[in-house]
């Protein structure tokens, strides 16, 4: 049941999307920083010391993305008896209890400039939104026709693959919650 405090109902996965592409853009970039190690007689003497500096800082970025590049697959929202959980590996686990479910709706969210784990294709984590502020997001769009389902006043943004069949299934659970689409 991976932890989970129900008995697993339904799974549904996100939708499909090539935001993964940009992670692995991005872990290139930072995996490059690292080439001066492989031929160090190449870096003049008095820079090495910023080459070290710039891998310290480089390596737990670089791990951060491996990790993150790995989870993706594993995205998922499961419906057990008590609450929608989402997931995305080790990275993200929301819990969300039937009972604190105020809306559930689809929407466009307007993205601020802060930095996040937010990418065309993927949104990780809490992510700032210009229109409704924070929202808690495991979703392959960013911003895009994201499912925003209020609890217990937070934010959760998920981009099931069959919206209408998580859907029907979440009303079943939650019966007397509004849904709007």
């Keep these: 049941m991976n932890g989970m405090a129900g008995t697993l109902i339904s799974r549904f996965k996100p939708s499909p999307s090539f935001g993964w592409l940009w992670l692995v853009g991005l872990t290139a970039l930072i995996a490059v920083s690292g080439l001066p190690l492989v031929r160090p ?4 003497d008095d820079e090495r010391i910023a080459v070290w500096i710039g891998l310290a800082i480089m390596v737990p970025l670089l791990a ?6 790995a989870s993706i697959p594993a995205m998922r929202y499961d419906l057990t008896t008590d609450e929608v959980v989402l997931s995305c590996g080790p990275l993200v686990s929301y ?8 809306d559930v709706r689809r929407t466009t969210l307007t993205p ?3 930095s996040s784990m937010r990418f065309p294709g993927l949104a990780l984590g809490s992510v700032l939104y210009a229109d409704i502020g924070k929202v808690r997001m495991c979703a392959k769009r960013m911003s895009r026709d994201i499912l925003l389902i209020t609890a217990g006043g937070r934010r959760y943004g998920l981009t099931p693959d069959d919206e209408a069949g998580f859907i029907a299934a979440l009303s079943l659970m939650a019966p007397a919650h509004r849904f709007s689409t």
Excluded: H, N, Q
């Excluded at 951060?64 to 590049?69: G, K, N, R």
């Excluded at 819990?95 to 105020?102: L, Q």
């Design 95 to 102: 819990r969300i209890p039937y009972a604190s479910i105020e």
């Design 112 to 114: 601020t400039l802060w």
């Design 41 to 44: 007689d190449l870096v003049p």
């Design 64 to 69: 951060y993305m491996l990790t993150t590049l």
